[in-house]
């Protein structure tokens, strides 16, 4: 079964019940933003991280973002695989911008989760991926943060990322599911779904007064 087949109809709150259900770890990520957010992303996440820049230490030839991308996923497959981006703790900087990030299109990625700002809206929503991260940028953040490791764990939004976890993301937030569990995971999640459904249609016939009644008893 795919990913996209497993995540429909699923919102992310679902799934990340049943990452409670099964690890005591957070596993969410709230608070983003998106150039489409009816865009559903999903995928095999592959990692960035970026650091301050430090000109002593960061050559810059290699410390970009475009060589980056390619040691994110050179032991990986490309295609359909999140590219995570960690700003460790620079959240309202840019880490990209439409045209270095056009290599994401280029791979045929299903899209970028990252906690730092990316530019160009307009021009990232004009490609097939989607993308979610902590707002939108007008300057270029290349003077602050550079990457610096490629396909390692990294903390986005207080979750860790380790290369090969699933990244699931929709409206203004995400969860990472371990690589290994994450079709039992999104069965839990749809089973979970499909409770809470027939809850609602049970309150429909619901009576007021029984309710009450019962609290009255417990009180």
Do not use: W
Request: hydrophobic share 40%; proline share 5%.
């Amino acid at each position: 079964m795919n990913l996209e087949t497993l995540a429909e109809g699923l919102g992310v709150a679902d799934v990340v019940d049943a990452m409670m259900m099964t690890h005591p770890h957070r596993a969410h990520i709230i608070d983003l933003t998106s150039p489409d957010p009816s865009r559903v992303l999903i995928g095999p996440a592959v990692t960035i991280g970026f650091l301050p820049v430090r000109k002593d230490f960061m050559d810059p030839d290699k410390h970009s973002l475009v060589p980056a991308i390619y040691r994110a996923v050179q032991n990986h497959d490309a295609k359909g695989a999140v590219l995570v981006m960690a700003s460790n703790g620079h959240t309202k900087t840019s880490l990209g911008g439409g045209t270095k990030l056009s290599r994401v299109e280029n791979l045929g990625m299903a899209g970028i989760l990252a906690d730092g700002y990316i530019r160009d809206f307009e021009e990232i929503d004009s490609y097939d991926f989607a993308t979610y991260c902590t707002g939108e940028a007008v300057r270029a953040g290349g003077n602050e943060v550079q990457p610096y490791l490629s396909d390692v764990p990294v903390s986005i939004g207080n979750v860790t990322v380790v290369p090969g976890d699933v990244i699931f993301a929709k409206g203004n937030a995400a969860v990472v599911v371990p690589g290994d569990e994450v079709e039992m995971i999104f069965k839990k999640a749809r089973m979970i779904m499909e409770k809470m459904d027939a809850a609602k249609e049970a309150g429909r016939s619901e009576n007021p007064s029984q309710v009450l009644s019962k609290g009255d008893d417990a009180i």
